[in-house]
Nanobody, 128 residues
């Protein structure tokens, strides 16, 4: 299982750093994606990082504000979120996919169905 942490409530323009940890297996070589689900909306992929960490991908709505990174020694993936906006309010989930999943910088959202292992989510609220 994956465990997310780091969510909370911030004012617009603030920052949060989300963490995704694996305690059952090592995350190295897994593609990891971050997803979010706002109230009343479908879950959407926003960022991913390749197994090697050499390639990342962001959707336009978070590009240049969010940064995904990984520390395989800690079996962890992070999402640094800066310049938060009210529309970033959502539950945030991390997910891992095996080598069949590709993460390349196309701007296309990660696809929910491609990822096999999911966390329970952490809430982010950007106060309006």
């Amino acid at each position: 299982n994956l465990v997310e942490s780091g969510g909370g409530a911030v004012h617009p323009g603030g920052s949060l750093r989300l963490s995704c940890r694996s305690f059952d297996y090592r995350l190295e070589n897994y593609v990891v994606g971050w997803f979010r689900q706002a109230p009343g909306k479908e879950r959407e992929g926003i960022a991913c990082i390749s197994g090697s960490g050499a390639s990342t991908n962001y959707v336009d709505s978070v590009k240049d504000r969010f940064t995904i990174s990984r520390d395989d020694a800690k079996s962890a993936v992070y999402l640094q979120m800066n310049s938060l906006k009210s529309e970033d309010t959502a539950d945030y989930y991390c997910a891992a996919g095996d080598s069949r999943v590709v993460c390349v910088p196309t701007g296309a959202p990660p696809i929910t169905g491609d990822y096999s292992y999911w966390g329970q989510g952490t809430p982010v609220t950007v106060l309006s």
